[in-house]
């Protein structure tokens, strides 16, 4: 495990504009290292999120990975420097991946997740608007010790953050768009919890907010499921050591 280090946690709704979410996160890169963070980390899909006919939408705005939007966390990234870890949408030649990107504080890709398990549940069918990938995430070297990652759906399933750990993870990133519902704050802060103890290792949270959509929440956990920051509803961001 790495020295402890300061997390910044970035908590915001992401539009269909992309331009104005990548304004929102370089502000939030700013403020991240203002407050001493080492690393920033963003929710799932902060890059582009569509209000209605998602495929095509998530399909058009999708970008390669040495596109415009992951060149512009490069500069925040090596402008701030520090580490920006952010959800995207990756293009292919069909529906595109739902990705999430590291960015080292050179601004260097460091490495990419696909998500395998799509939330094709309560109602929703994640799977008609993105493709799922087919390999869990190599754990890498970061500031915060070796980084693991599973996306949202994925912390109902034990098992993936276990896989993590037993890759070699000393810390578990779940980027989200936890969805509103009926206890559905109470699952994503128990399961966050829950995969820190099970595994021995601290969690990171990043939830999207968007009244009546996400839930906001994010927190940390430490490995003890000691809570170590939390931010409730709203837009925000926590700096916490780890």
């Not at 519902?181 to 907010?209: F, M, S």
């Not at 968007?210 to 926590?238: D, H, K, M, R, V």
């Amino acid at each position: 495990m790495a020295c402890r280090m300061r997390a910044a946690v970035a908590q915001f709704g992401a539009s269909d504009d992309k331009k104005m979410n990548l304004c929102v996160i370089e502000h939030l890169a700013w403020c991240a290292a203002e407050g001493g963070a080492d690393m920033l980390f963003l929710p799932e899909y902060a890059m582009f999120r569509a209000e209605s006919d998602r495929a095509a939408q998530n399909t058009q705005a999708a970008e390669p990975l040495d596109g415009e939007f992951v060149s512009a966390l490069s500069e925040a990234a090596q402008g701030q420097g520090l580490w920006i870890c952010a959800g995207m949408y990756e293009k292919t030649d069909g529906l595109p991946y739902n990705t999430t990107v590291i960015l080292d504080d050179n601004g260097e890709l460091r490495g990419a997740y696909r998500k395998t398990r799509l939330y094709d549940a309560f109602g929703c069918r994640e799977s008609e608007e993105c493709r799922a990938g087919d390999e869990p995430f190599s754990p890498i070297d970061t500031p915060a010790g070796k980084l693991g990652i599973i996306t949202c759906f994925e912390l109902r399933f034990p098992e993936l953050a276990a896989a993590q750990k037993q890759a070699g993870a000393e810390v578990l990133y779940v980027p989200a768009g936890w969805a509103c519902g009926e206890n559905k704050a109470l699952h994503w802060r128990t399961l966050l919890c829950a995969r820190a103890i099970e595994n021995n290792i601290p969690v990171i949270g990043a939830d999207q907010y968007i009244p009546e959509q996400f839930i906001g929440s994010s927190a940390i956990y430490a490995a003890t499921g000691a809570e170590l920051a939390s931010l409730g509803a709203g837009e925000g961001l926590l700096i916490t050591e780890i």
